[in-house]
């Protein structure tokens, strides 16, 4: 019966957890998601902790990686196949918990709770092809710019570290309730050794404080210096038909439409999104003329995305090698070869094969497809006096890509993407969560360009200014544009100067108190 209860305590933790994330956005349940499992977990062994971790993770990321079956060739074995990858290295996470609470004691493991969370989500947001910084905690909170402002200083992973610790303490105070208090002869006496947890509980309460009035403070700062205008241009073009040779012409006719109209504004700087192009400018003549007149006819630089073949497609034999590409096309000089960036992080299974003809990818029913070239470094486009970098599609993710962007001069981002894919499903929102903290590890602007949604302007703070939205206020799969102005900044935050420091601390303390659990048992007690 116990393991009954243990394990729907998991499953009610995981529950609680998707839905404090995109759509549902309860993300007042972030703060106290983790406390069902935290609690079987200090009173388990290792064994029945990893299975409870397990249990939780299977349910959370089944739940928020639904999406996923919209993917060309995706199926229910490549989830179970993800499913089980996460269930892993989650339940290696909740062994540990439980180790150090059966070694040493519930205050301990708890104490280790949030360094141990937070080296378990860098590792699996940094593992290889297998790399997912995806469902992180702090992307709850999204929506509340008070909350993640401590992001500029410890990146993002600072208010996962946060959340993890409210739930810890939470549970601590649990235990100490139990413990302080004990009936004897009609009295309720306390105990001078249970006090740890309450003490827990106030130190959680102190940094959470902190944050909080640091990030009031933070948000009531003005944006000071050089305004430029912008367009962003939502084409909403269906996957279907992006690269249907019979529509190039209508696909085009909509781009330079849209920007003649935003134009009214007379924008420095108007983009189009990844792939905009039904062919890329470097192969068609045609097409480049025809974004190079764009340009010229409106005066602003034109962004785009151009790729010469569009992801998830099986391998061609004539051509084995692409790019996927950025392009700054200036109105003023007609004959100079545009800036241009192309992909560094590759997308895994759609633009390109990890270990291509060492791993039997086809006995899981994964394709040879068509193989991108990664680009070469973290380049910089200028315009107009200022710099700034193009994360293509979900690159955007990445903290590490944002920061080295940013550390090569780029004074605001724009994130061109292509979700055509993922059609009327969460994961556009779930991209959005992640972009807003972009904003605010580095204090820049972030915009992003999608060719379906959601297209809009982040400040540096994170808040979002404006959408691309209809007249019923619909995001996805629809065309339009917006039009705004950016301050481009040069100042750089402590996370953007000194990157993951939080995580070595993690490492440090979660090192200290491993190796202290091994080489110590917990005390025993006379009865």
């Known amino acids: 019966m116990a393991a009954i209860v243990s394990a729907l305590a998991a499953f009610c933790s995981g529950i609680c957890l998707y839905a404090a994330f995109p759509s549902y956005e309860l993300s007042f349940l972030a703060w106290v998601a983790l406390t069902p499992l935290l609690f079987v977990l200090v009173r388990s062994n290792p064994l029945i902790g990893f299975f409870l971790s397990f249990v939780f993770s299977a349910v959370f990321f089944a739940a928020h990686f639904s999406w996923m079956f919209v993917l060309p060739g995706y199926s229910i074995l490549h989830h179970i196949i993800l499913d089980i990858y996460f269930g892993i290295l989650t339940g290696i996470l909740g062994a540990a918990i439980s180790f150090i609470a059966k070694r040493r004691d ?22 290889s092809f297998l790399s997912l910084p995806w469902g992180l905690l702090a992307h709850t909170q999204y929506r509340h710019p008070v909350i993640i ?88 073009i269906t996957q279907e038909k992006k690269w249907d040779a019979t529509y190039a012409r209508k696909i085009m006719k909509i781009y330079t439409s849209l920007s003649q109209e935003a134009n009214s504004v007379e924008p420095l700087l108007i983009v189009w999104p ?72 590759l997308l895994p299974f759609g633009e390109y094969l990890p270990f291509r003809g060492h791993m039997p990818w086809s006995l899981i029913n994964i394709p040879d497809i068509k193989e991108y070239l990664p680009g070469k470094g973290y380049n910089v486009l200028s315009l107009a006096g200022h710099q700034f970098a193009v994360p293509i599609c979900w690159e955007n993710i990445f903290p590490s890509m944002a920061r080295n962007f940013v550390l090569n001069g780029a004074e605001f981002l724009v994130n061109i993407t292509n979700e055509a894919w993922f059609g009327k499903t969460v994961a556009p929102y779930q991209f959005l969560s ?94």
Request: hydrophobic letters at 45%; proline letters at 4%; one cysteine or more.
């Open 149 to 236: 402002q401590i992001a500029s200083l410890t990146g993002t992973y600072g208010i996962s570290f946060l959340i993890v610790l409210v739930n810890a303490a939470l549970v601590g105070l649990f235990h100490w309730y139990f413990s302080l208090w004990k009936m004897k002869s009609g009295r309720l006496l306390a105990g001078p050794s249970t006090w740890g947890p309450f003490f827990f509980a106030v130190a959680a309460l102190s940094l959470l404080s902190f944050s909080l009035l640091f990030g009031y403070l933070e948000c009531k700062q003005q944006i000071i210096g050089e305004r430029i205008r912008i367009a962003l241009i939502q084409g909403n």
């Open 274 to 345: 990844e792939t905009a192009t039904p062919r890329s400018i470097t192969v068609d003549k045609k097409v480049y003329e025809q974004v190079i007149s764009v340009a010229e006819s409106t005066g602003a630089y034109v962004l785009l995305g151009s790729a010469q073949a569009q992801k998830f497609n099986v391998k061609d034999p004539g051509k084995s090698k692409y790019t996927n590409s950025a392009f700054l096309i200036s109105p003023h000089v007609r004959n100079t070869k545009p800036e241009r960036y192309d992909k560094i992080r």
């Open 434 to 527: 992640m972009n807003v903290f972009r904003a605010v590890e580095n204090r820049r602007y972030v915009l992003r360009c999608a060719n379906t949604g959601i297209s809009c302007i982040i400040d540096p703070y994170g808040r979002v200014l404006k959408k691309v939205s209809d007249e019923i206020g619909n995001e996805l799969f629809v065309r339009g544009f917006l039009t705004g102005s950016i301050t481009p900044i040069q100042s750089k935050t402590i996370y953007t100067r000194f990157g993951e420091w939080l995580i070595w601390l993690c490492t440090l303390v979660a090192a200290i108190v491993l190796l202290m659990s091994v080489f110590r048992f917990k005390p025993s007690r006379q009865p």
């Open 106 to 127: 519930v205050s301990t493991a708890l104490f280790a709770t949030p360094f141990l969370w937070l080296l378990y989500e860098f590792i699996r947001s940094n593992l």
